[in-house]
């Protein structure tokens, strides 16, 4: 890469190595290799064609010219939606962090041509914002609803990551920049504005900015962001949004429910989590847990997606969760694993890594195609075949939010605290680790996880010290974990870590066997959609019919049969995926339905019963890859 070379700097996501709150250190990318046929097949055509198709529709859609024009070298319209600096952003940031994984000649050329046009457009005044840079320059700061801050984070992000893959400082001195201006203008120091953003992204950034630089006023100025939310400044003001829609209806230490746009919420919620494990303010800890507690109890899918409503892209009532009209954005689930991660890095307790391996395989996976170049913005949990992954969008924050957690994703396996090691997830790979008082240790996992729950994981390296292990909480029983052979007498308890704590020898193995029966799995009752339904799990993935693989009958109309449905894989199918083989029957209305909505009830409900049915499952994260036709996660319980 061209520029000034910085003093190396380990490639981690986020950064809790100097967090006196934080329990957890993480990993850096760059000692960690996956190998299985599970993810790093999609991180490989993440590098290879979603960030080159990419980027090829940044310069298609004047993403990249807008900030040629801001820098005079070309003149025309400002194009496409507001905050579309955003797009460039984070595509910066996933290009940044698989160049972390290794050299790639192109994509390094891609990134330096972005970052010229970055640098180029760039105020005297540090202020850098295309939709804002001419014409409309008069306009800085003055709608708040408008995503300044909230495209600043993005490139204070995408400029650590760069730094940290790259050891470059040329991004991170444009963010530097402009993180000082807003600093410069916003606090509640005399002369400066009282003031938040509408979409919460900057409070995160900037105190990554603060973990990699050092310098405290962007520590400083996240707290400011935070403490000031709930003020009244947004929504009203603007005559746009109710205050809920961005978490500004309320100061945020007194927030206990999660409400509004859930993109914005989950951002909002990691830059908490990140100012909590800096100054360790007992009033945001105890906000995040109770909100925490609020989602996953209340107002989440059975896949981990979050945000019912259309209207605002936002979080609905308790247990109102429909499924045909699921949001779930894409970047809500994105959006969940980094703020899981970060509850993770400070409590380290399993329930925070659990979410966060259900969210990756079902409402972070069905967003994006299996070919890497189509998304989901929403994923619905029922559909009529309908719905369809696009190339693109004119809102295109979903695409390069996958592609950065992608290239990301190995930096989010391990973990570390003292003299443990911690594995939060599982896959076939390795991981090297540095451990205070140790000569460096080499864990490497050999596994066919997620679709067979037999992990061995080889320890190269010597002397006392932790391994700490999840015991996934779908795991109810059954778990063992052997050493060199010898089974474990302690206990092992779902939903938490398992500790083997012992003096090592190079070459010491571990087995770890968490059996995956099928899990019919039932919703809570007030969640009216779902009374009378079950959902099929195997492991941490969910499952759905589609039309595809079960023809000739309305699937709707389905109810599965008391057998635990058989288990097979193809390899075949879909990249490879487990099958689910199950047996139910139709039933129907009855044909005194066809020409009335509405009857006198009836003491057989209005329905007959129709032949038995062979029913095929396939995981939810694969649907909507073949022809279009129904889908349903949702079936008839067993009777």
């Known amino acids: 890469m061209t520029g000034e070379m910085a003093r190396p700097t380990p ?42 198709s990419q980027y090829r529709y940044l310069e298609e859609t004047g993403r990249l010219d807008n900030f040629r024009r801001a820098s005079g070298k070309i003149g025309g319209e400002y194009q496409g939606i507001y905050f579309n600096d955003s797009d460039v952003y984070k595509w910066l940031e996933a290009a940044s962090w698989t160049l972390a994984g290794g050299d790639d000649p192109a994509l390094e050329r891609m990134v330096d041509a972005a970052i010229s046009e970055v640098e180029d457009a760039q105020r005297p005044d540090g202020y850098l914002n295309t939709y804002f840079a001419l014409e409309r ?199 969940s694993v980094m703020w899981n991660w970060r509850m993770l890095a400070l409590d380290g307790e399993a329930e925070y890594a659990d979410l966060i391996e259900h969210t990756l395989y079902n409402a972070v996976l069905p967003g994006f195609s299996l070919d890497g170049q189509h998304y989901f913005y929403q994923n619905p949990l029922a559909d009529d075949g309908s719905h369809r992954r696009l190339p693109w969008f004119g809102c295109a924050c979903c695409p390069p939010n996958v592609a950065r957690l992608l290239a990301s994703l190995p930096g989010y396996l391990y973990g570390k605290s003292g003299d443990a090691l911690w594995v939060h997830l599982y896959a076939k790979g390795e991981a090297l680790f540095h451990l205070e008082g140790h000569d460096p240790v080499r864990l490497r996992q050999n596994t066919r996880y997620p679709w067979d729950g037999e992990v061995e994981i ?48 190079r070459g010491d193995t571990v087995r770890l066997d968490l059996p995956m029966p099928v899990r019919l799995v039932e919703s809570h009752p007030y969640a009216a959609e779902n009374r009378g339904r079950v959902a099929l799990m195997r492991g941490p993935v969910l499952f759905c019919v589609e039309m595809a693989d079960n023809p000739g009958f309305e699937l709707r109309d389905l109810s599965l049969d008391g057998e635990t449905p058989a288990v097979r894989y193809d390899p075949d199918l879909l990249d490879g995926v487990a099958v689910l083989e199950a047996r139910g029957h139709t039933v129907e209305p009855d044909d005194g339905w066809n020409e009335t909505l509405y009857r006198t009830a009836s003491h057989d409900g209005g329905y007959r019963d129709q032949e038995m049915r062979e029913v095929v499952a396939i995981p939810y994260y694969a649907w909507a890859n073949r022809e279009p036709g129904a889908m349903l996660v949702w079936l008839g319980r067993p009777r």
């Open 11 to 52: 490639a981690v996501v986020v950064d809790t190595m100097g967090s006196d709150r934080a329990r957890l250190d993480p990993v850096s990318l760059q000692h960690v290799r996956l190998s299985d046929d599970f993810w790093e097949p999609r991180r490989r055509l993440n590098r290879e064609k979603t960030l080159p």
């Open 137 to 335: 320059s008069e306009e800085r700061w003055t709608d708040f609803d408008l995503h300044e801050m909230y495209c600043a984070g993005h490139l204070f992000q995408a400029a650590v990551a760069h730094f940290r893959a790259t050891g470059s400082r040329r991004l991170l001195e444009v963010a530097t920049r402009f993180a000082d201006h807003i600093c410069d203008t916003f606090g509640r120091e005399d002369g400066k504005r009282l003031a938040v953003d509408g979409h919460e992204e900057v409070e995160m950034a900037l105190v990554e900015l603060f973990r990699v630089t050092g310098e405290r006023r962007y520590l400083d100025e996240a707290e400011f962001f935070v403490s000031a939310r709930g003020r009244g400044t947004l929504g009203d003001p603007y005559g746009r949004f109710d205050p809920t829609y961005s978490q500004d209806h309320e100061p945020f230490a007194e927030q206990d429910e999660v409400v509004g746009h859930a993109v914005r919420a989950m951002y909002l919620y990691c830059g908490a989590a990140d100012v909590y494990a800096e100054n360790g303010d007992p009033a945001l800890a105890g906000a995040l847990r109770n909100l925490w507690k609020n989602m996953t109890t209340r107002r989440m899918y059975v896949s981990g997606g979050i945000g019912a409503h259309h209207e605002g892209e936002a979080f609905g009532k308790d247990y109102e969760l429909p499924n045909q009209r699921a949001y779930t954005e894409t970047c809500a689930a994105i959006g």
């Open 458 to 505: 080889t320890v190269e390296g010597e002397g006392e010290f932790s391994l700490m292990l999840r015991i996934p909480s779908w795991c109810s029983e059954g778990a063992t974990v052997a050493v060199n052979g010898d089974p474990s007498d302690l206990e092992i308890s779902p939903g938490s870590y398992f500790e083997l704590r012992r003096t090592w020898t």
